[in-house]
């Protein structure tokens, strides 16, 4: 595999420093020195000013510089960065960070000067970062790209922000709080470095253990939640983001647009990516102290242990605040927690009245921990009376390890509790100072754990056996858009539904009095009488609708009202007659809203909530990211308040909520396969206890770009199902190839420790001795929008087994891939890496990729032979004779 491209930023080997300079303190001498006393790699200074400063280390331009430098920081007056820039890549720099301040550049100007550089940087091929920015910094490895003089200690959390006034002040409150760096990314004027790209590279930085991410506006919303996704499969990760309360626009005219803003989507965003939120600066370490401790929980049921009353019900207040589960202790372990003389209640919350640290405390914490009942435990600690007992943090740390649960401590006090919270910290227990910051620690916990379950899943664009009618709904939207229209009628967006086989109420239009009394008979009464208009999207509003018209007589007399009431209050707008339904009433009616919704950075959400007239001063509603299965659907259901109606609710039997959840997979395969709607609107969706069915609904659309592919317009790429095959080996055997999934991780994990050393060797290029959980969740769970993994099985005694797999990862150019292939050894020779590989470059070309290239060890002539015989141009490598570059235009 390929080093990363920001390998070249991140873990550089050489590293210059270009300045102007006049004298020996001027910033880039002082950067200079600084780098050559940390940095382990080799430090270069070039300034024609002063070139003899240093001996053999300062040149007056960069070509003087001996051997390849890897990155390159300039530090001059802004008149001078594109010439530098020139020569940099003249010499085949390819990584450049720009720090020099454009204070003279205001406005037009200054954006001007700054296009102008990103353009210079990419018909050079160079990446840059700045100009005029924090840059980054890498600790353990004393790489400073950054001119902030502030200590930045090395740790195992990396923060990427796209404010650098942020990475000063949250350096500056590290140094002062004990908190250590792997990284600190500035993305302000990083054009050429992507979000998802370093997030990529952190996923693979073993100094990095948690990420913190501050957030401000997101450009390329694929990239950035592709790098989430990828990075939250093996590594906490916590955002924070800024410009939560935007105005919704005025003209914004369907319920479902109204009610969701662009956080509403942002929160859903970060759900499905397994990723925690947090919503003050003070929360993001708070989150990021706590994930040392992240392991799978196997529930969410709190238990709290504390020195007196009023810490625990402190805590207590604020696991109800966050709705989370307080555990009810066993009948057992209440009853040993009341033998000891101590303790003043032995139920949830436990606590004590004297105030020690002695044997009777750590005998009850371990009655807690132990307890089956029991999935967190938060001990709350105050100054103690008397002498602590010996070894006090050594035996909480062992009941942790025994009871393999996670455990905070809170630490209420001053000096007389700092030594207890020192030594906890050191070993690795998470220590808070008030019992509300240890009950979020929790919470983020659990939110994470929650989070990563919608993370796994993997659903289809077609949830259903019975597929949908996608070609017939396409042609009324298309007819729609020809007519010069973008909101379809009544009858165009039931005919919609109704083609992803939605159940909605039979409705006829009606002219004419006559009319309207004919389909009332057809329909069955009482029914209800719509205005129908192209003009008016919400028709209670316009006085547009007469409800329980209960026979003949009544039917004629409520069109004409109706008729005139619409015209008197919109005298402009176009009617097109009344729509006519039968008036669906039951005891047992909830009333919901359900729709789409397109967002203008992460595409098509699923909106789902209470639903009615008085919808919008209710706003109670959940959202969540297509494609959905039934584990997001059931989620979503249960996300909003009026989940709680749908079961039995006073005189109402329980809903039947598996009806509503197969119209929300129907309602996410619509947001899949028809692009053009920006606005479905289901309200009401009417549910009982029997059956759903729309009522009302409005659909509106758009044209989408000619050269947009398939799924181009979804955040989350559906599960590829299309390419599922079968394929047959000479010998006869049937071999079923289709993409991976999450749930493959143990296929994976038993077909890689079943090859060969030389296999592995190969597939690898480097000895791989135990295949580690993180290395599954990438092979296993993948981003489809850029990543393709092909699995080949075979069925033995009932049971499927992999044999091979063929893989291809987008490159950063976009148009490119490199490919990695593998079959079983037992297996090879059969045709099947040949096949796997046929596959894979079809799908490669269907995805509009140009190339694929790989990587291939010089002595692996099996592999350079399939290569060769697809047609595969190989090629040395220039920077390393013992392996080949293999390339094939698709």
């Known amino acids: 595999m390929k080093k990363h491209y920001l390998t070249h930023f991140f873990d550089p080997s050489t590293i210059a420093i270009i300045g102007a300079g006049e004298r020996n303190d001027s910033v880039d001498v002082k950067l200079f020195e600084r780098l050559r006393e940390e940095f382990r790699g080799k430090t270069w200074l070039v300034n024609p000013r002063l070139r003899g400063l240093f001996a053999n280390r300062?040149?007056?331009?960069?070509?003087?510089?001996p051997g390849r430098v890897d990155l390159a920081i300039i530090i001059t007056p802004d008149s001078m960065i594109a010439e530098q820039l020139e020569r940099c890549a003249d010499v085949g720099i390819d990584s450049v960070v720009v720090l020099s301040h454009l204070d003279d550049r205001e406005g037009f100007l200054r954006r001007q000067f700054v296009d102008n550089l990103a353009k210079t940087a990419e018909r050079r091929g160079v990446r840059m970062w700045g100009p005029d920015c924090y840059g980054f910094a890498r600790p353990a490895a004393g790489i400073r790209a950054t001119l902030d003089r502030g200590e930045?200690?090395?740790?195992?959390?990396?923060?990427?922000?796209?404010?650098?006034?942020?990475?000063?002040?949250?350096?500056?409150?590290?140094?002062?709080?004990?908190?250590?760096?792997?990284?600190?990314?500035?993305?302000?004027?990083?054009?050429?470095?992507?979000?998802?790209?370093?997030?990529?590279?952190?996923?693979?930085?073993?100094?990095?253990?948690?990420?913190?991410?501050?957030?401000?506006g997101i450009k390329d919303s694929r990239s950035f939640l592709s790098g989430l996704r990828g990075a939250a499969r093996s590594k906490p990760v916590i955002v924070l983001k800024s410009g939560r309360h935007i105005e919704i626009p005025e003209q914004i005219t369907s319920h479902t647009g109204a009610l969701v803003g662009n956080d509403h989507v942002f929160n859903a965003v970060l759900e499905r990516a397994g990723i925690v939120r947090a919503y003050s600066l003070t929360d993001l370490f708070l989150a990021a102290r706590a994930f040392?401790?992240?392991?799978?929980?196997?529930?969410?049921?709190?238990?709290?242990?504390?020195?007196?009353?009023?810490p625990a019900m402190m805590a207590c207040d604020m696991v109800f605040d966050l709705q989370l589960p307080l555990a009810h202790l066993s009948p057992e372990k209440s009853a040993s927690l009341a033998s000891l003389s101590s303790i003043e209640s032995s139920e949830n919350p436990v606590y004590s009245s004297g105030f020690e640290l002695g044997e009777q405390f750590l005998q009850a914490c371990e009655l807690i921990a132990t307890d089956k009942n029991v999935d967190f435990l938060i001990l709350i600690i105050t100054p103690p009376k008397g002498k602590v007992?010996?070894?006090?943090e050594e035996r909480v740390l062992a009941i942790q390890k025994k009871s393999y649960k996670p455990l905070v401590v809170c630490c209420m006090g001053g000096d007389k509790v700092q030594g207890i919270k020192r030594t906890l910290q050191e070993k690795g227990i998470p220590v808070f100072s008030s019992p509300e910051n240890a009950v979020k620690a929790a919470h983020y916990l659990?939110?994470?754990?929650?989070?990563?379950?919608?993370?796994?899943?993997?659903?289809?664009?077609?949830?259903?056996?019975?597929?949908?009618?996608?070609?017939?709904?396409?042609?009324?939207?298309?007819?729609?858009?020809?007519?010069?229209?973008?909101?379809?009628?009544?009858?165009?967006?039931?005919?919609?539904?109704?083609?992803?086989?939605?159940?909605?109420?039979?409705?006829?239009?009606?002219?004419?009095?006559?009319?309207?009394?004919?389909?009332?008979?057809?329909?069955?009464?009482?029914?209800?009488?719509?205005?129908?208009?192209?003009?008016?999207?919400?028709?209670?509003?316009?006085?547009?609708?007469?409800?329980?018209?209960?026979?003949?007589?009544?039917?004629?007399?409520?069109?004409?009202?109706?008729?005139?009431?619409?015209?008197?209050?919109?005298?402009?707008?176009?009617?097109?007659?009344?729509?006519v339904e039968h008036m669906v009433t039951s005891s047992a009616n909830r009333e919901l809203l359900l729709g789409i919704k397109s967002d203008s950075v992460f595409g098509p959400v699923v909106v789902f909530g209470h639903g009615g007239a008085m919808v919008e001063v209710m706003k109670d509603i959940a959202i969540s990211l297509p494609p959905l299965n039934s584990v997001l659907a059931s989620a979503l259901v249960d996300s909003p308040k009026v989940s709680r109606m749908l079961k039995n609710y006073r005189n109402m039997p329980e809903a039947k909520r598996s009806e509503l959840e197969n119209i929300i997979l129907r309602v996410s395969e619509m947001a899949s396969e028809l692009p053009w709607i920006r606005s479905l609107d289901i309200n009401p969706l009417v549910l009982d206890d029997k059956r759903a069915?729309?009522?009302?609904?409005?659909?509106?659309?758009?044209?989408?770009?000619?050269?947009?592919?398939?799924?181009?317009?979804?955040?989350?790429?559906?599960?590829?199902?299309?390419?599922?095959?079968?394929?047959q080996l000479r010998n006869g055997t049937d071999i079923v190839?289709?993409?991976?999934?999450?749930?493959?991780?143990?296929?994976?994990?038993?077909?890689?420790?079943?090859?060969?050393?030389?296999?592995?060797?190969?597939?690898?290029?480097?000895?791989?001795?135990?295949?580690?959980?993180?290395?599954?969740?990438?092979?296993?769970?993948?981003d489809y929008h850029r990543e393709l993994a092909l699995v080949a099985l075979v069925d033995e005694q009932g049971k499927q087994k992999e044999i091979g797999i063929s893989r291809y990862v987008l490159n950063p150019d976009g148009i490119s891939c490199e490919f990695a292939v593998v079959v079983s050894d037992q297996w090879q020779r059969t045709g099947i890496g040949y096949k796997l590989m046929e596959l894979l470059i079809e799908a490669a070309r269907a995805k509009g990729l140009k190339y694929m290239d790989g990587i291939v060890l010089k002595d692996n002539t099996g592999m350079r032979k399939l290569a060769r015989s697809m047609g595969f141009e190989i090629r040395d490598h220039d920077q390393d004779e013992d392996i080949v570059y293999v390339v094939k235009k698709l």
């Open 446 to 579: 659990i939110t994470y754990q929650r989070n990563r379950t919608f993370l796994l899943q993997a659903p289809a664009a077609l949830e259903h056996s019975e597929p949908p009618d996608i070609e017939g709904a396409q042609l009324i939207i298309e007819g729609v858009l020809q007519e010069g229209r973008k909101v379809l009628n009544q009858m165009e967006s039931r005919a919609v539904l109704r083609a992803f086989n939605i159940p909605t109420n039979p409705s006829w239009v009606a002219h004419t009095p006559n009319e309207a009394l004919v389909a009332a008979e057809s329909v069955g009464f009482p029914v209800v009488l719509k205005i129908n208009s192209p003009d008016i999207v919400h028709k209670m509003d316009a006085d547009g609708v007469t409800l329980n018209v209960m026979n003949a007589q009544a039917v004629r007399s409520a069109y004409k009202k109706l008729v005139e009431d619409v015209q008197a209050k919109m005298p402009n707008a176009r009617l097109e007659g009344v729509i």
């Open 737 to 782: 190839v289709r993409p991976i999934r999450p749930e493959d991780a143990e296929l994976e994990r038993t077909f890689i420790e079943g090859l060969s050393q030389q296999s592995r060797y190969y597939r690898f290029m480097h000895n791989v001795k135990n295949v580690t959980p993180e290395m599954l969740a990438r092979f296993t769970q993948i």
């Open 58 to 65: 300062s040149f007056a331009t960069i070509d003087q510089v």
């Open 693 to 727: 069915l729309v009522l009302d609904a409005v659909i509106e659309v758009d044209y989408i770009p000619a050269a947009q592919r398939h799924y181009d317009h979804m955040a989350i790429h559906p599960y590829p199902s299309d390419l599922e095959t079968t394929i």
């Open 389 to 392: 007992i010996q070894d006090f």
């Open 292 to 310: 040392p401790i992240h392991r799978q929980l196997r529930g969410e049921r709190i238990a709290i242990l504390s020195h007196g009353n009023g």
């Open 152 to 216: 930045i200690r090395p740790g195992n959390i990396a923060l990427i922000s796209h404010s650098g006034a942020i990475c000063r002040a949250v350096t500056d409150w590290a140094v002062a709080n004990g908190v250590g760096f792997s990284t600190i990314i500035s993305l302000e004027q990083a054009a050429s470095v992507s979000p998802g790209d370093i997030l990529d590279y952190l996923v693979i930085d073993q100094q990095t253990e948690c990420i913190l991410f501050y957030a401000e």
